[in-house]
């Protein structure tokens, strides 16, 4: 199988606070895990790219001080949003990649960020 | 990577084949065809991907054009759980990013 998760799968905070989110390849091991947000009625947009043991790829417009993403492990990535603001809310997304298997990436279910 | 074009939403009755279309006209030579769907505040699922042959797997068929420029998601048996956003992707090799576009809306009515 290939199997992703995430947690929380859902979190509401105040605005100024900082949220931590986890992406976890349950059943095997991921050199290379991704960080997707989706607002309401729209696609998929890719925050970042994260690779263990060295520093996350941002795409361009993506704060890297502000989404701080920390994959020290082969099976968990961490997207931690800081001082997070209304406009912050959203549907975060992590996906990852078999190393035997780099064409296919694997989404986790997803966590649902509200900022009060 | 290449972009590709879908129509915004289809309609299947529950047992028929549904039929997804997908226009990629520019897509070079190295360049694969995905398609994953996201069933409503659920992440992406893989379904399938092919480079010039036609594919098929326990969930889906590919059909591929000859010129490559155009395929089509075949959904043999619809069932109302197969409604969803359909994403047919587009991208080469294993180092590239998938790029999602606005995808095909698919409802699946009884």
Known sequence: ?116 | DAKTTQPTSMDCAEGRAANLPCNHSTISGNEYVYWYRQIHSQGPQYIIHGLKNNETNEMASLIITEDRKSSTLILPHATLRDTAVYYCIVKAGTASKLTFGTGTRLQVTL
Not at chain 1, 79 to 100: G, M, N, Q, W
């Open chain 1, 1 to 116: 199988g290939a199997v992703v998760s995430q947690h929380p799968s859902r979190v509401i905070c105040k605005s100024g606070t900082s949220v931590k989110i986890e992406c976890r390849s349950l059943d095997f091991q991921a050199t290379t895990m991704f960080w997707y947000r989706q607002f309401p009625k729209q696609s998929l947009m890719l925050m970042a790219t994260s690779n263990e043991g060295s520093k996350a790829t941002y795409e361009q417009g993506v704060e890297k001080d502000k989404f701080l993403i920390n994959h020290a492990s082969l099976t968990l990535s961490t997207l931690t949003v800081t001082s997070a603001h209304p406009e912050d809310s959203s549907f975060y997304i992590c996906s990852a990649r078999k190393p035997a298997d780099q064409e296919t990436q694997y989404f986790g279910p997803g966590t649902r960020l509200l900022v009060l």
